[in-house]
Nanobody
Framework: QVQLVESGGDVVQAGGSLRLSCAASGSILSINAMGWYRQAPEKQRELVATITRGGSTNYADSVKGRFTISRDNAKNTVYLQMNNLKPEDTAVYYC???????????????WGQGTQVTVSS
């Protein structure tokens, strides 16, 4: 069984910074792409940033220049450094990973439970 556990969400003032972490554990043989998504109240879930196993990154236009995604393959962990936060960044942030499960021997997308980020003005 595979689990993704996020941490680092908090309440912060506009202009502040936060660092989110997401650790994958369980019956993992390999991890391909990892990423962060977010969902604000009454809005659809949207992509924030993704990173391949080799380190290639992709960002939503709204966070370019402010957020940085990184990963530690040895720890099966992905990070999201968020700087110059704005009230519109307020959302539940979800971790996503494309994982080859040892038991199922198939690639599947897994989601974390989400972590709340609130930016006050």
């Amino acid at each position: 069984q595979v689990q993704l556990v996020e941490s680092g969400g908090d309440v912060v003032q506009a202009g502040g910074s936060l660092r989110l972490s997401c650790a994958a554990s369980g019956s993992i043989l390999s991890i391909n792409a990892m990423g962060w998504y977010r969902q604000a109240p009454e809005k659809q879930r949207e992509l924030v940033a993704t990173i391949t196993r080799g380190g290639s990154t992709n960002y939503a236009d709204s966070v370019k220049g402010r957020f940085t995604i990184s990963r530690d393959n040895a720890k099966n962990t992905v990070y999201l450094q968020m700087n110059n936060l704005k009230p519109e960044d307020t959302a539940v942030y979800y971790c996503n990973a494309n994982i080859l499960d040892i038991v199922l021997t198939i690639w599947r997308n897994y989601w974390g439970q989400g972590t709340q980020v609130t930016v006050s003005s």
